[in-house]
């Protein structure tokens, strides 16, 4: 790859507080980028379709332990006597946040030490019971918008990437390029890494350790992917659990660890607020930042998903226990 610049921290720091999105449909919004996603938008990716595949985005529901799920599902499954026959029932149970399962994160879902999405402050509106603000009930329309998946793998001729090569956002529009694409506003982007390529050199090595912020060693997308995803208006990214929403790679000058984080959390809004949306309040979303300082942060469950654009295929892992 041709050698670029990496950004400064200061150029990091900028992007982060002047190109951000806080305001740009009201202070009270939390839809944030899926605003991007117009009734147009929707008819136009709709107008795209010609065999009617679908590809689902989803991994097997992660109950066994493994290094790469610390935190498994719960799944117990009844029977019940009805008449002279009966039927079956589920009981759930998931943590959804990690690298375990398929998710969408709500814009509750992070914070920086200034605030959450739209200067909200998560004090106050992270609870127990669920979001106040920026609850992933305000997607409860569905995403449905144009895809686009960019294989970095495919585009460097190697299986996977690698830690020591991230994914760069100069790349990411080199790949445009070369496949003669336009990203549009309102589009979704997914980022191809090899994410089963990678763990298959060596499957006992953990796919980082997502609840351990000293340990994250996966392939991913670096911090100078933050203008690619601005400068066209993406508005969802899907990735194969990089550190998209860590970016933990260097940055120029010094050389340290920059921990920036960008978007939400999969929170569900509390009781009485979901109510009023299903009694027809207007519904809206946002982004929103790290966690609260010396805490763990609220990251309850999120959604499921699927039917985006393309899955990556299942994975069970043995129980490595003394990686764990």
């Known amino acids: 790859m041709p050698e670029h610049p990496l950004p400064t921290e200061q150029e990091v720091l900028g992007w982060i507080r002047q190109r951000r999105n806080w305001g740009r449909w009201g202070k009270d919004d939390q839809v944030g980028a899926l605003n991007l996603i117009t009734p147009a938008k929707r008819a136009a990716a709709a107008r795209l379709v010609r065999s009617g595949r679908s590809v689902s985005l989803s991994r097997p529901f992660p109950k066994e332990p493994g290094p790469n799920n610390p935190l498994p599902a719960h799944h117990f499954m009844r029977t019940h006597a009805r008449g002279k026959g009966g039927f079956s029932a589920d009981y759930y149970g998931i943590y959804y946040h990690g690298i375990a399962s398929t998710h969408i994160d709500a814009l509750c879902h992070t914070w920086d030490e200034e605030s959450m999405w739209n200067g909200r402050d998560p004090k106050k509106e992270i609870t127990f019971e669920g979001a106040r603000f920026g609850s992933v009930e305000h997607w409860a329309e569905g995403i449905m918008t144009r895809a686009v998946m960019l294989d970095v793998p495919r585009h460097r001729g190697v299986p996977c990437v690698t830690h020591d090569q991230p994914v760069h956002g100069w790349e990411l529009d080199d790949i445009l390029t070369k496949r003669g694409i336009r990203l549009e506003p309102g589009d979704a982007v997914c980022v191809y890494s090899g994410r089963e390529a990678w763990q298959a050199q060596d499957p006992e090595r953990p796919y980082g350790r997502p609840f351990n912020p000293t340990q994250q060693q996966r392939p991913g997308l670096h911090v100078s992917c933050l203008p690619f ?68 942060g609220h990251r309850v469950a999120g959604e499921s998903a699927r039917r985006f654009l393309v899955g990556h295929p299942g994975e069970r892992r043995r129980w490595a226990r003394d990686r764990l």
């Open 229 to 296: 995803l601005r400068d066209h208006d993406v508005s969802v990214l899907g990735h194969a659990r990089s550190p998209a929403d860590r970016l933990r790679h260097p940055v120029g000058g010094p050389r340290r660890n920059l921990r920036v984080r960008r978007g939400a959390g999969g929170q569900r809004a509390p009781r009485a607020a979901r109510a009023r949306l299903r009694g027809g309040a207007a519904r809206r979303v946002h982004a929103a930042r790290r966690p609260i300082a010396g805490g763990r």
